[in-house]
Each structure stands twice: as C-alpha cells, then as structure tokens.
C-alpha cells in the first residue's frame, strides 16, 4: 500500500490512520522555529501570507471562528481528518489525507498554538515527521476596528521527504492549489 512514507497508492484504512495518529503525536515537530508564524518565518523556508475578505455582516466573525473550529478550510480542499472531529487546542494532533494524482498523501500535524482574542482568532499546526514538507501553518479570522473580517493563513515550508524535495516544482503548485481550496473552503463555510 505506501509508496514511500506519506504518499499512498491506495487510501489508507481508518485503523491505518489512528495507527499513524498515535504513532506521530508523541514525536518531535520537524522544524526548530514553532511559533514562528506568529513573528517571521526563519530563513530558508519559503513563506507566504494570503488573506481573503470575508465580509462585514455582523455575525461574520462569529461564522468565521465556528468554521475554524470544524477545520472547514481543510475540508473544502477535500481533506480527510483524523480524528474526524479534532479539537482546536494547543497540543492536539491531527492526520490529513487528501487524494492526489495517481494517489493519496497522508500528512501529521501538531497544533502549536491558539490565538483566541475579542476580534482574532485562530490556530497553526506544526508538521511531525510524517508530512512530506517541514513548517508551520497559521489560520487566523481577524476583524478589524471597521467590522471587516478577513481570513488569513500564514506559512513556511520546506519539502522534507525525498519524492516532495525532487518533486519541488510540483509540490509548489501542490501547495498553491491546495492553499486556494482552503479560502474557498472558508468562503463557503460563512456563506460569502
């Protein structure tokens, strides 16, 4: 069934997957900088910031941390989560498969903090060794002092195992795509 650690050319079982949860939540993260997403992204990383308006309704905000708290961003981009329900806290560990091309990639991330502010709110997940990159990704829902409530995601990355650094090109993309799914994803979430 694996191709080659994350990547998959069969989808894994759901016991495949608790068996890989488990395994990957008592290992270290695979990058030194946690937290960095909150300051500046460490160098050698590639780092990017999209930012998506979802509105100024009242309530807005509201939907917004509701879809975070049911990873609506990662579900509109057609990923599968392990538990299928994780909790947003600091510590919680999560596995995420998503079909690609010829196969399917399992990807093992730690939440490295929570931000729950009156007007931000959010959460950045940190890669275990079972992901294909290594970094850091925030989801953040900020509302300005206008009511104007934008959906933000920060990250750094770099491809870690062998077939995502030979494959830099298409990993890229990967990421690009996947990254517009993931505002889309939160876009229809809150109805924009």
Request: proline letters at 10%; one cysteine or more; hydrophobic letters at 30%.
């Given at each position: 069934m694996a191709f080659g650690g994350p990547f998959w050319l069969r989808r894994p079982s759901p016991e495949h997957l608790?068996?890989?949860?488990?395994?990957?939540?008592?290992?270290?993260?695979?990058?030194?900088?946690?937290?960095?997403?909150?300051?500046?992204?460490?160098?050698?990383?590639?780092?990017?910031?999209?930012?998506?308006?979802?509105?100024?309704?009242?309530?807005?905000?509201?939907?917004?941390?509701?879809?975070?708290?049911?990873?609506?961003?990662?579900?509109?981009?057609g990923m599968h989560l392990t538990p299928d329900s994780p909790v947003v806290a600091q510590d919680e560990c999560v596995v995420l498969l998503q079909r690609m091309v010829g196969g399917f990639v399992t990807a093992a991330a730690r939440i490295v903090y929570v931000v729950d502010e009156p007007n931000r709110y959010g959460f950045a997940y940190g890669t275990l060794p079972h992901h294909p990159v290594a970094g850091e990704e925030a989801f953040l829902v900020e509302q300005d002092d206008r009511g104007n409530v934008n959906f933000v995601i920060e990250v750094f990355s770099r491809p870690r195992h062998p077939l995502a650094r030979l494959g830099k090109p298409v990993s890229r993309l990967v990421q690009k795509r996947t990254t517009r799914k993931y505002l889309q994803g939160m876009l229809q979430a809150t109805g924009v």
């Open positions: 608790q068996d890989l949860l488990a395994s990957q939540c008592n290992r270290s993260l695979t990058y030194s900088a946690v937290g960095a997403t909150r300051t500046s992204p460490p160098p050698g990383y590639t780092h990017e910031r999209y930012s998506q308006p979802l509105g100024s309704d009242p309530g807005t905000f509201g939907l917004a941390v509701a879809a975070l708290n049911r990873w609506a961003p990662q579900r509109g981009a």
